[in-house]
């Protein structure tokens, strides 16, 4: 049996009709085409799905569509309004944060649910956050080096003026 | 894997989702599922239904009271983690479910739905055995209260029945003097523990420990209280000798599980060492994990 699903991603007020199976993940990527999310472990290991549910980081796949009802759902393709990079993005690039790609969704959701809330948060949180992400490529240095300078951009203007 | 097929049910009271479980018989409880859909992701469980809990008001508060904490089933990691109050009111809780999963995790899991899940390894059976928590708990027959050494069964298991949801757990008040320790062991940050020891006592007039309760999670079926090692400990000053004479009836009293994580004996040795460190942590003998 499905169910009609309401919720906001991205800005937009969307509806599905879902099984209550259907993870918020595949149901972003099968029933919306936003395909920025990937989806690995289906398991609540790899943190690749990650995605911002009312202004909070959670797995994808441990999250079930029928639950998002409701909802504001924030995916990678959500961060920027057009085609700019945003500033943790542009730092990703610039300390080379990604190599493949894959899981770069998953820690770029996860580190701006972090630093919109916490854009103070040490290098020990920063760490402490980020470890809920798998990453095969990098060595993860890079990845907390990008996050730690991202933090300025979340920070109130005048702060990040007077640097 | 994709999960199995099931019905789904968000009912908006506590009787109707009680209704729902009485009536279908392999129907379960989600809350945050963040133990619940890994295991239909590996097809270890097929419920009929999944009651959700997520429209049933009042389940998410922390109240702090003169008799101790009300945590209400659907508290989550995150709030226990940022709530102030804790430090004071009870800090092993908040210090305990700091090492629960990771940040994504924290953000749904629940108080609730991990005491129903009763992993043996999980940080959140174990504080309820070792601070003597009682758990509230309303089925078809009406509110009852569960001592948490009574909840967990085995692995995975409770006594439970289908009908009966988890709304409450009760801490009792946490003294200002009390010392306490919790340490853990697991491969990475946030994986299950292999072992770990929860400590506290209270210090009398004369420095010596009394009430002593000690507990290890991650080593056998359920979490398990060492009483052997709380007699030992109630009634001393916390010395070497004690410490010594402390790690080794810890490692003597368990009986560990064996798994792919690590065997008996080394849980068995593990229980000894951690229970040695938590007391000299609890005790300020050692400030950092080594």
Redesign the interface.
């Known amino acids: 049996?499905k169910?009609a699903v309401q919720f906001e991603l991205n800005g937009d007020a969307v509806e599905v009709n879902v099984?209550?199976?259907?993870?918020l993940g595949?149901c972003i990527r099968h029933e919306l085409g936003k395909t920025g999310t990937h989806i690995a472990c289906?398991?609540?290991v790899c943190?690749a799905c990650?995605v911002i549910v009312d202004n909070?980081?959670?797995?994808s796949?441990?999250?079930?569509a029928?639950?998002a009802?409701g909802s504001k759902v924030v995916t990678v393709e959500g961060l920027s309004d057009d085609d700019e990079l945003t500033p943790l993005q542009k730092a990703f690039r610039k300390h080379h944060a990604l190599q493949c790609g894959f899981c770069t969704p998953g820690m770029i959701t996860?580190a701006h649910a972090?630093l919109s809330a916490e854009p103070d948060a040490n290098e020990e949180r920063v760490r402490?956050?980020?470890?809920?992400n798998i990453c095969r490529c990098t060595g993860y240095l890079s990845i907390i080096a990008a996050v730690m300078e991202a933090r300025a951009a979340y920070r109130p203007q005048e702060e990040v003026s007077a640097e | 894997m994709k999960l199995p097929n099931f019905d789904y049910r968000a009912p908006a009271s506590l009787d109707e989702a009680v209704g729902l479980l009485a009536a279908n018989n392999d129907a379960r409880i989600i809350s945050g599922g963040q133990s619940l859909v890994p295991m239909l992701a590996f097809r270890l469980a097929y419920p009929s239904m999944l009651v959700d809990l997520r429209n049933i008001a009042n389940l998410e508060r922390i109240q702090i009271t003169d008799d101790g904490l009300r945590v209400g089933a659907r508290v989550r990691w995150c709030q226990i983690e940022c709530d102030a109050r804790l430090s004071d009111s009870h800090p092993l809780f908040q210090y305990m479910i700091s090492h629960v999963a990771h940040y994504q995790i924290r953000n749904r899991g629940t108080v609730g739905g991990s005491l129903a899940h009763a992993d043996p390894a999980a940080e959140m059976p174990g504080l309820a055995v070792v601070c003597d928590c009682n758990i509230i708990v309303v089925g078809s027959d009406g509110t009852r209260n569960i001592a948490a050494g009574d909840l967990f069964a085995g692995p995975l298991n409770t006594t439970l029945e289908q009908s009966e949801v988890i709304t409450e757990v009760h801490f009792p008040a946490w003294p200002a003097q009390r010392r306490w320790a919790f340490i853990e062991i697991a491969r990475r940050k946030g994986d299950f523990a292999m072992a770990g020891v929860a400590i506290y006592y209270d210090p009398d007039a004369h420095g010596k420990a009394s009430n002593a309760h000690v507990g290890v999670i991650g080593v056998t079926a359920t979490p398990q209280r060492l009483n052997e090692v709380e007699a030992a400990i109630n009634g001393r000053t916390i010395s070497e000798e004690l410490i010594a004479e402390v790690k080794a009836i810890a490692s003597g009293t368990v009986e560990p599980m064996s798994d792919i994580h690590a065997g008996a004996d080394y849980r068995k040795s593990l229980v000894g060492t951690l229970s040695a460190r938590a007391m000299r942590r609890a005790a300020g003998l050692e400030r950092e994990a080594p």
């Open positions: 049996m169910f099984e209550p199976r259907m993870t595949d289906e398991h609540g943190g990650t909070e980081a959670v797995r796949c441990l999250t079930l029928v639950q009802q996860t972090l402490d956050v980020m470890s809920g």
